[in-house]
């Protein structure tokens, strides 16, 4: 089953406050090999019973063609709803409904109300960064855009 969520759903699932009860690094060192790419995915639970899905992906033999992804599972519903996508530098994108020539970059994609009512992915538009230039990076913005805490490692914290 399909669900639509309007942009001020959308907000409001990105704001909410997410725990992970990893450290940073583990969540790289849980990748395993799928199909020509590394992969690891992590299940947060919410208290209604539906859950935000995380999952980070890397092309092994292109390390800029990788994706660190927020998404958002109903209750009782087997969907994932891609809330965003944090693109590498790998393939080219273009907002169709928007007009806007293609572009070869670094990219966000972000859930909108529009592209789902257009018959699109619901994370169809997609915008242009320099915020980051890996996966690594890429999924520090990504903790920083959706409000995600990672599990605090007792020794680096006493490094800073």
């Given at each position: ?42 299940t947060i639970p919410r208290k209604d019973g539906s859950s935000f899905y995380l999952k980070l992906r890397q092309n092994r033999k292109n390390p800029l063609d990788f ?94």
């Open positions: 089953m399909k669900i639509t969520l309007t942009n001020g759903e959308i907000r409001a699932l990105i704001e909410e406050e997410k725990y992970v009860n990893l450290e940073f690094e583990e969540l790289f060192s849980r990748m395993k090999d799928k199909n020509g790419h590394k992969e690891f995915d992590y994706s660190a992804i927020l998404g958002y599972s109903p209750k009782e519903l087997n969907t994932v709803f891609k809330l965003t996508r944090y693109n590498g530098k790998s393939h080219e994108h273009r907002n169709v409904l928007d007009k806007e020539p293609a572009f070869y970059d670094f990219h966000i994609h972000i859930a909108t109300e529009r592209y789902q009512l257009a018959g699109r992915k619901e994370e169809f538009y997609a915008e242009i960064t320099d915020r980051y230039s890996n996966l690594r990076s890429a999924l520090r913005c990504l903790i920083d855009d959706c409000n995600v805490s990672l599990k605090e490692n007792p020794q680096t914290k006493l490094e800073l």
